[in-house]
């Protein structure tokens, strides 16, 4: 014949067309929110959907199914309006040796309710 035996036993692989794809890719993105394209592209190959990592970006990005970002607020000062602000005595002063500026905080961290 002239064919490999293995050519002969190979299952051909189904190509999906763009729209099933995207419609794929617009359900997982919906389901899970904050997926970028490689756990999109793991969930279709989950699915039986073997697409090209460059497809899956491809297609997202012009999709606009790009992952919802999600960054965590994180307070870092504990101010309370009501304490008094002190005035910045040092900040005219030009320091030019040792032993002519001294500072210290003495201030007391407050306990979390």
């Given at each position: 014949?002239?064919i490999?035996?293995s ?9 999906h ?8 890719i617009a ?21 039986g959907?073997?697409?090209?990592h ?5 297609l ?13 607020y994180?307070?870092i ?7 008094p ?8 002063l ?20």
């Amino acid at each position: 014949m002239g064919i490999a035996r293995s050519t002969f036993y190979d299952t051909p692989t189904a190509a999906h067309d763009g729209t099933a794809i995207v419609e794929a890719i617009a359900a997982i993105c919906d389901e899970f929110e904050a997926y970028g394209w490689r756990r999109v592209r793991a969930e279709l190959r989950h699915r039986g959907m073997i697409v090209n990592h460059k497809k899956v970006r491809r297609l997202m990005r012009e999709h606009d199914l790009q992952p919802r970002r999600c960054r965590r607020y994180v307070a870092i000062t504990d101010s309370d309006p009501d304490e008094p602000i002190y005035p910045n005595r040092a900040k005219d002063l030009t320091i030019d040796g040792a032993n002519q500026l001294w500072v210290a905080d003495i201030s007391v961290p407050q306990q979390a309710a």
